[in-house]
């Protein structure tokens, strides 16, 4: 008769059982659990093959927060149907304040262990993902702000919201704290829709030039005109 490990090691390559021992310790019992004598007990494989598959433990835990943001990410993807694009960050805002709370250990894998200049790969294209959205919201003429200031704006709110709520204990968690600066963000970055062309703001039609000339390669700009020009557009979104 087959042993439980092994029914769960059917169909699996040696990477894949040990991603997913590890992820089973990161959920089950936090980071720490998370030592590679652990991990090869939990896979039942030697200890040096993560590091013959992995080069360190470092490596392997970047696989692990790939894992386990999978499926938000593609989630994260799927708003981008959404036809408001200001909306669309609401429910990206809501999404990612869901995950971080109902996977504390991926979200704190990836954004909890602060090292400066370093993000993992995975909140890398969790970012990239947002700025994609921003940028829908100033090519609609509603950013009041560069694209670049308005990521960083919104990526540090939420990201120190789940932070905040995480560090209280469940029965003391006010989901409304998460609403309310979801809310305060919307109208720190975003304008209304305008009427018309001439209804905008300066700010949000330097965005939406800026917009307009990342995505059109046909400009008649050099090089050089073209990073000027940018750079312009910026400073008057950011009323620097």
């Known amino acids: 008769m087959e042993t439980r490990a092994e029914t769960e090691h059917q169909g699996l390559t040696v990477r894949q059982r040990i991603v997913l021992a590890a992820a089973r310790l990161l959920e089950e019992d936090g980071l720490e659990a998370v030592s590679t004598r652990a991990v090869a ?87 990239t993902g947002l700025r994609g959205m921003i940028t829908r919201v100033a090519a609609a003429g509603r950013l009041r702000m560069s694209i670049e200031r308005a990521t960083q704006v919104m990526h540090s709110a939420g990201v120190g919201t789940i932070i905040t709520l995480l560090s209280l204990p469940e029965d003391m968690r006010d989901l409304r704290t998460s609403a309310t600066t979801r809310e305060m963000v919307i109208d720190t970055l975003t304008l209304p829709a305008p009427k018309d062309v001439g209804d905008a703001a300066l700010p949000s039609r330097a965005m939406s030039l800026r917009t307009a000339l990342d995505q059109d390669d046909t400009a008649p700009l050099s090089p050089g005109e073209r990073a000027l020009l940018g750079e312009w557009l910026d400073r008057l979104a950011d009323g620097d």
């Open 41 to 127: 007990t939990a896979a039942d494989v030697p200890a040096p093959s993560i590091f013959r598959l992995f080069g360190d433990k470092d490596g392997l835990l970047e696989e692990v927060a790939d894992h386990g943001f999978k499926r938000y990410l593609e989630m994260k993807a799927e708003l981008l149907s959404g036809d408001d694009p200001v909306q669309v960050l609401r429910d990206a805002w809501d999404l990612h304040i869901r995950f971080g709370l109902e996977h504390p250990g991926y979200y704190g894998l990836v954004y909890g262990q602060v090292r400066t200049g370093h993000l993992p790969q995975v909140g890398q294209r969790a970012v």
